[in-house]
């Protein structure tokens, strides 16, 4: 008899917005569909039903004995390093004799990059598929949630660099909605100040809920009040198929226990936008001479970071 494969339970931030609950719920629910064989369960870490702890009970009660854990949020904030780790051991001593690895969170995937364009393209009102003609004027106000974690909030700023990275957008510019500055406001000041003629404001958020719900609220009081600037909003990312399939690619991961590098957003494994030719490119140590015509290279660092990177699949 063939062992059942490890159970995947996805853990979910938890909001007092039912639609955004429901749209988690939906998701986890998709999730098992695709997946017949697999044992899918999902829970929140807070404000919603069901917990993470009745998630894993629901699994235990259907012989599930070994999970992955996903975190179903694009930062890794205190939730992804701290409350489910937590909520994890706290179901190890409720469940002996269960086991669980857990994964990392979704982070600027290239697949959500490319749902957040598409995001863009539609508040733009281009034709699906199409790239619209002339990007160069558009800036784009990528607003994350916030977080009193400094490495979060870095985070976003990764994404809209990556999102800028190959596209054609003016710039793509950062703030939060909450817990961290600039809010969206100071935000769209800023684009101001940096020249924006047409901005859109995208939300760094995978569902519906009462945060994406407040950026919109705020970018629609700030444009009323500066009539002279075209300002759209974009929608959240969705249950795309994109999102179905990252979730498998992070179960498949921790399975593997091979979480090393930003293998995401490598250019020499992923073909990102202006950066195709280089996938999958040999890697050469390169050196750095000094200032001080000090040309040994003590720090080439070749054999680190991508000879030591087997981009090869």
């Not at 639609?19 to 098992?32: M, N, Y």
């Not at 409720?94 to 690895?101: A, D, K, Q």
């Not at 957040?116 to 034709?127: F, K, N, Q, V």
Request: aromatic fraction near 6%; charge should be negative.
């Amino acid at each position: 008899m063939t062992t059942p494969p490890p159970a995947l339970l996805i853990a979910g931030h938890g909001t007092r917005d039912e639609a955004g609950a429901e749209a988690f719920r939906d998701f986890v629910r998709e999730l098992g569909r695709r997946h017949p064989d697999l044992p899918v369960a999902g829970g929140f870490i807070e404000l919603s039903p069901p917990p993470l702890g009745e998630a894993v009970t629901e699994l235990v009660e259907r012989g599930v004995r070994r999970f992955a854990a996903v975190p179903l949020m694009l930062v890794s904030a205190g939730h992804a390093k701290g409350d489910i780790p937590a909520a994890l051991a706290r179901e190890k001593e409720r469940h002996p004799g269960i086991s669980y690895t857990y994964g990392r969170p979704l982070g600027p995937h290239p697949a959500l990059l490319n749902v957040l364009e598409r995001r863009l393209d539609e508040a733009l009102g281009s034709p699906a598929g199409r790239t619209p003609d002339d990007r160069s004027d558009v800036t784009v106000l990528l607003v994350g949630r916030g977080s009193t974690d400094p490495d979060a909030n870095a985070e976003v700023h990764k994404a809209a660099r990556l999102l800028w990275e190959g596209r054609g957008y003016a710039g793509v510019e950062t703030a939060f909605v909450s817990l961290a500055a600039p809010d969206v406001p100071s935000g769209l000041d800023r684009c101001v100040r940096l020249g924006a003629r047409r901005i859109v404001v995208l939300p760094y958020f995978l569902f519906t809920g009462i945060l994406p719900d407040r950026v919109r609220r705020q970018t629609e009081g700030w444009a009323a009040a500066h009539p002279e600037v075209e300002v759209r909003s974009a929608d959240v990312i969705g249950p795309e198929p994109e999102l179905l399939d990252l979730v498998m690619e992070r179960y498949e991961e921790a399975l593997k226990g091979d979480l090393r590098m930003n293998c995401d957003s490598c250019v020499y494994r992923i073909a990102l936008p202006g950066f195709e030719d280089k996938v999958g490119l040999a890697q050469q140590p390169h050196f750095h001479p000094d200032d001080d015509g000090d040309h040994h290279g003590h720090h080439g660092h070749g054999h680190h970071h991508h000879g030591g990177h087997a981009h090869a699949h």
